[in-house]
């Protein structure tokens, strides 16, 4: 892998080419600005931080079948990512209000949502980042009927998967921002998931865990960046086993037998078979690989799934 000339440089990283076609590198730097580039500052360690939780963060989220941009972690502070063809807009997820979304509903900060919230907004540095309705978007052509519904829909999955695993770890996700591109017709997620994009907070104390300890000169933040990538590093120490159910062929399927109704109904006539079972994902942190298929194996005969009338498949991810 050859890391080629600069193709771009942002407040938080720069992009350069390489030799393989369609692949990029992204360098994460330890520069920091906040409220429209008006403070700027170093954290130190922010770049190797964010390149090393993007990286961690991606890949379990691929693994739940979320695409990403995401190749590989190349050194601390960089990662190769396939190219995108970037979409002008951002979306940010809350879960609860914080800053600029409890000013302009008048609410207390850390107000849980009764759901969570997706919003848009113009990614232009020009004119401030400013929020736009989906009327904006399309005025503006930034992006289709079909994309906007894609990427909110991909934004709430993602809450879905990363608020119980951010709450396993003693944080709590108030809000975060995804940004988007498209690479051969599909769209995918891009940038990047670190401190520098969402809210975290201490579940037990309440400490802000993220860049408003920058915004909020509240003081250490580098040890506070440092703090949550040992708390997501923790993911990688352990095995994953993930296990799919489903009823055995012959079995009487109810659920299976509705949707394929269903699916008739629509017009999808091509479909000769559904069949609807289940998945779950077991973390075994501390256990010697070689002994985890047979573990898992028998916690699948004896509790998960029904041998007499269920098969079970088990892939396991170290």
Request: charged share 35%.
């Amino acid at each position: 892998m050859e890391k080629r000339e600069l193709i771009y440089e942002g407040k938080a990283k720069r992009v350069y080419a390489t030799d393989q076609i369609g692949q990029v590198i992204h360098e994460f730097k330890d520069e920091a600005t906040a409220f429209d580039g008006k403070k700027r500052g170093i954290i130190e360690g922010k770049g190797r931080v964010n390149a090393q939780m993007s990286d961690i963060i991606f890949r379990y989220l691929e693994r739940r079948g979320i695409r990403t941009h995401h190749i590989k972690l190349l050194s601390e502070n960089e990662i190769l990512t396939w190219w995108l063809e970037m979409i002008p807009v951002e979306i940010i997820v809350r879960n609860y209000a914080a800053g600029s979304l409890a000013k302009r509903l008048g609410l207390p900060e850390r107000t849980e949502m009764r759901s969570p919230l997706v919003e848009f907004y113009y990614k232009s540095d020009e004119l401030g980042d400013p929020m736009l309705s989906r009327e904006h978007v399309r005025e503006l052509g930034l992006a289709d009927e079909e994309q906007m519904d894609e990427m909110a829909a991909i934004a709430l999955k993602v809450n879905d998967i990363l608020r119980p695993y951010f709450e396993e770890r003693g944080l709590v996700l108030a809000d975060f921002k995804l940004e988007f591109g498209l690479r051969e017709g599909r769209l995918y997620l891009g940038d990047e998931f670190s401190p520098d994009v969402c809210r975290l907070w201490d579940t037990e104390t309440g400490e802000v865990m993220d860049k408003d300890r920058f915004r909020q000169d509240l003081g250490k933040v580098e040890e506070t960046y440092a703090e949550v990538l040992r708390r997501i590093g923790e993911e990688e120490t352990g095995i994953t086993a993930s296990v799919f159910i489903s009823p055995k062929r012959g079995i009487l399927d109810p659920a299976g037998q509705a949707a394929l109704g269903a699916l008739k109904s629509l017009g999808f006539d091509e479909v000769g078979e559904v069949r609807i079972g289940k998945y779950i994902t077991l973390r075994l942190p501390g256990m010697e690989a070689e002994r985890v298929m047979d573990r898992v194996r028998e916690m699948c005969e004896r509790l998960l799934a029904n041998p007499i009338i269920e098969d079970y498949r088990i892939e396991i991810e170290e």
